[in-house]
């Protein structure tokens, strides 16, 4: 993670708080997160300012620094929020035990479809911060990695051997993050159609008709909230 960065005017101004005449009870940390996530995902970095936040929140910019130290501890803050919601989930997945090699394949699958394990929207939010600040860009690189590894460690418990366990995770993981990129905006039902082909292409081998219909019904219990989420 990128190093908190004290700044000497921001210190002042946190010194200044009167918490007894400061409005912070009407908000959380939380508050204040979501915020600053819903900002970064709608206007890019540059709009994730103090100043705004306090405005949409209806309490004074000092209440800020009840939570925070620094506009760089929100941020480092919001990365860690996106490392925990957007790649934990992706490397248990991945490590979940499995009969087989389409049956974890499917456990990653479920990531691409359910946005508490995976926001598509946060992920291109963070890559584009990361195209202007080296220092958030190398915590998408180490994020990267990390998905990567967790998917060949799948594949290597297959039998798969080494380059070809990390050559199919590659495909697995990038096809999917550049899907989200591109928005193709299918739909949900269209994508899950194509799921018995994109096991074969992902594992070499044949699915079980019964591991698809698991799927299709956990796919469908998110079809009805979102018809454009996305599956691999």
Not at 6 to 19: F, L, M, N, R, Y
Not at 66 to 74: A, E, G, R, V
Not at 181 to 190: F, K, N, V
């Amino acid at each position: 993670m990128p190093p908190s960065q004290s700044k000497g005017p921001e210190q002042t101004a946190a010194q200044q708080v009167d918490s007894a005449g400061d409005s912070s009870s009407r908000t959380s940390k939380n508050d204040w997160l979501n915020l600053a996530i819903n900002t970064l995902i709608d206007d890019g970095i540059d709009e994730v300012k103090i100043q705004v936040m306090a405005k949409k929140l209806d309490v004074s910019r000092s209440s800020f620094y009840w939570f925070f130290k620094s506009l760089q501890d929100l941020h480092d803050q919001l990365l860690q929020n996106w490392l925990q919601n957007n790649t934990t989930p992706i490397i248990e997945h991945a490590m979940r035990p499995a009969p087989t090699i389409n049956r974890a394949i499917l456990n990653v699958f479920e990531c691409w479809v359910d946005e508490r394990l995976f926001d598509p929207k946060l992920d291109i939010a963070v890559r584009l911060w990361a195209r202007r600040e080296p220092a958030v860009r190398t915590v998408v690189h180490e994020a990267d990695r990390r998905r990567v590894d967790a998917i060949k460690a799948m594949y290597l418990r297959y039998g798969y051997d080494d380059e070809n366990a990390f050559i199919r995770a590659r495909v697995l993981y990038y096809m999917q993050i550049g899907h989200f990129t591109l928005d193709l905006g299918e739909t949900l039902d269209a994508r899950v159609s194509h799921v018995p082909a994109y096991l074969l292409a992902f594992s070499g081998q044949e699915p079980e008709p019964e591991d698809v219909r698991l799927f299709d019904a956990f796919a469908a219990r998110f079809a009805v909230s979102d018809p454009s989420a996305e599956v691999p």
